[in-house]
């Protein structure tokens, strides 16, 4: 049985330029770098950047990383003033901020957690909605 996510790994094209967009900007902590890659990690998660030929999906998909409520603003103004461009203005519960990591990944801040999105549902349900 699964019991979690292990790590995230992304092909990058420049291993120092996102080591320090994840880690000045994000907050991620640098764990090890070596040529060709680097391990970071924030509470929970494991990320590996990969030193390959990035291909962002053109689709929705995306990785959403958690920020408390209180550091949402100082959060986002910190990735809005580094340059990262917006990808989608949010229109969910929660306040959220959608942005493109340096090769263009899809990445969001989020304020809740599925417990919080679920209780959401019962207010707003999503079109066919079914719960499982």
């Not at 770098?33 to 990690?41: E, P, T």
């Not at 100082?74 to 461009?85: C, T, V």
């Not at 306040?95 to 990944?105: A, E, H, K, R, V």
């Amino acid at each position: 049985m699964i019991s979690g996510l292990n790590h995230i790994t992304i092909a990058v094209s420049d291993v120092q330029r996102s080591l320090d967009f994840y880690t000045n900007i994000l907050g991620f902590e640098g764990r090890v770098v070596w040529d060709k890659g680097a391990y970071l990690s924030c509470p929970g998660v494991w990320l590996c950047l990969s030193l390959d030929t990035p291909t962002p999906s053109k689709d929705y998909s995306h990785i959403a990383l958690s920020v408390a409520e209180k550091d949402f603003v100082a959060l986002s103004e910190n990735i809005q003033q580094s340059g990262a461009e917006q990808w989608k203005i949010n229109k969910s519960e929660g306040n959220s901020l959608y942005f493109l990591d340096p090769d263009g990944y899809k990445l969001e801040i989020h304020v809740g957690d599925l417990k919080q999105r679920l209780a959401s549902l019962k207010e707003k349900p999503y079109s066919g909605l079914r719960w499982l």
